[in-house]
């Protein structure tokens, strides 16, 4: 059997009052669309038709090659919705699921539960259907004395005794693909909107003898569909809470759930131990046996075994096996850490590479570097990477010791061994194993610091008095 899948997407969410489309808006890190996109993947529809209105181009740039497009230039109901893709797959036999873009709770499980129900009753269509506590503003389900749907009211066209159901329509179905468009050419728009809703082809099915059953999801959130930023906020619990238990049950612990914003695509490894505070984003991974957090935030990060990483900042970074990040360091992209090496507080690493066991204990920034195995940057260097115009390469390499307040002005080559001393600025390479001073030579004034006091201390009478 061929399953395609149909999710609208052409509605401008004037609700959510932002200059932003409505599927385009995130939850969990993923615009809303994209997670109904993945669901439909993963439930094995061989084909997705997204049907675009308002903000086309920008939806469609997301979804790039992700789905084929077809255009609703004007709203006019699901049941036009639905029509605008008869020209790719009216002529298609199978299944044909039909989904919202702003519903990014439901889950590839269940939709593979309505597929399976609608070819076990060989049914020309199967709604999917949630028990809600507040049904208000939702379709309601009618059922005969048996159970079976009859038809689906819209809250507008409710009486007052179908407006008491709270057995909702959450907008998503299965259809004989062939039976789905015979039925649509038939809708009108008799009905308190003027539109065509998807929903009459229910009653039209029924009418002409074919089954129309029913799925009703346990888990009433997957219905949900977003209306506003109240809506918004209400998915993003529940989809950080799905997410959050995912993990857990894979073997990562999570110590505050409630204090803990991880995104969908994250990836954790087992034993890994997230403490309170901590935001995981994008396409961050991060391996088995961690320590995250307090208080670590990781963006499209690539963490290995057994690392630490603490009170920091993180973008675009590789983070090797056994290494030790912060507190307060910030790892900027394409910082890419070796095994072992020890990244302290209040340190920057941007564009550089260093190799395994290299220590950068405190209050450093190393830029457009390649920094190699066991070496040691001491507290206060810096690479000096921009002269205004251009960035340049700092290399140093395997086993050397920069010490405490140096400046390396790049682009400049520091030695295997070579040692460069505290306070020193580093104008010229260094060779391998040399020993390098760039500073003045000190200088001691006997006495001559009451002689700069008394100084200091008639100035400062003399603009009293004046």
Do not use: W
């Not at 935001?279 to 990060?301: H, K, M, Y």
Request: hydrophobic fraction near 40%.
């Amino acid at each position: 059997m061929k399953v395609m899948a149909v999710v609208l997407a052409a509605g401008q969410g004037k609700r959510m009052k932002s200059k932003l489309y409505k599927v385009l808006h995130p939850v969990c890190g993923k615009p809303m669309v994209g997670h109904v996109l993945q669901t439909v993947k993963d439930a094995n529809c061989e084909r997705t038709v997204v049907v675009v209105g308002h903000g086309a181009e920008t939806v469609q740039s997301y979804l790039g090659d992700g789905a084929e497009f077809v255009l609703q230039a004007q709203q006019l109901g699901t049941g036009h919705a639905v029509r605008m893709a008869e020209p790719l797959i009216g002529e298609e036999s199978g299944t044909t699921v039909i989904l919202y873009g702003d519903t990014p709770l439901v889950t590839s499980e269940t939709i593979q539960s309505l597929l399976e129900i609608h070819t076990k009753n060989a049914a020309a269509a199967t709604v999917l259907t949630a028990v809600v506590p507040n049904p208000q503003g939702l379709g309601r389900i009618i059922r005969d004395e048996a159970g079976n749907v009859l038809r689906i009211v819209e809250q507008k066209d409710c009486t007052p005794e179908q407006a008491a159901i709270t057995e909702i329509n959450t907008g998503m179905y299965c259809f004989d693909n062939e039976k789905l468009f015979q039925a649509l050419a038939k809708v009108t728009n008799q009905n308190a909107q003027g539109e065509y809703y998807l929903t009459d082809v229910m009653e039209i099915l029924r009418e002409a003898g074919e089954t129309v059953g029913a799925y009703c999801t346990p888990d009433f959130a997957e219905g949900i569909g977003v209306n506003d930023r109240v809506g918004l906020g209400e998915a993003e619990a529940l989809m950080r809470a799905r997410i959050i238990r995912k993990h857990q049950i894979n073997g990562v612990t999570v110590i505050d759930p409630a204090a803990t914003y991880i995104e969908a695509d994250v990836v954790i490894g087992s034993d890994t131990v997230i403490h309170p505070g901590s935001v995981l984003r994008g396409s961050t991974v991060i391996g088995e046996d961690c320590i995250i957090g307090p208080n670590a935030d990781l963006t499209d990060t690539k963490v290995g075994n057994a690392v630490t990483v603490k009170q920091s900042v993180t973008t675009e970074a590789i983070i090797g096996d056994e290494c030790a990040v912060g507190p307060f360091a910030y790892l900027r992209p394409g910082a890419k850490l070796g095994k072992g090496v020890k990244i302290g507080d209040f340190v920057e690493i941007k564009n550089a590479e260093l190799g395994d066991g290299t220590k950068v204990s405190h209050l450093s920034y190393v830029g457009d570097a390649k920094v190699g195995s066991d070496v040691n940057i001491g507290c206060g260097a810096i690479t000096v990477n921009y002269d205004g115009y251009n960035k340049s390469l700092t290399e140093i390499g395997d086993r050397a010791f920069v010490g405490s307040n140096v400046n390396l002005i790049a682009p400049v080559k520091i030695g295997d061994g070579a040692y460069v001393v505290a306070g020193s600025t580093i104008t010229q390479d260094v060779p391998e194993n040399d020993v390098a001073i760039a500073r003045e030579r000190q200088v001691n004034k006997p006495g001559y610091a009451e002689k700069l006091r008394g100084r200091a201390k008639a100035r400062k009478e003399s603009k009293s008095k004046g």
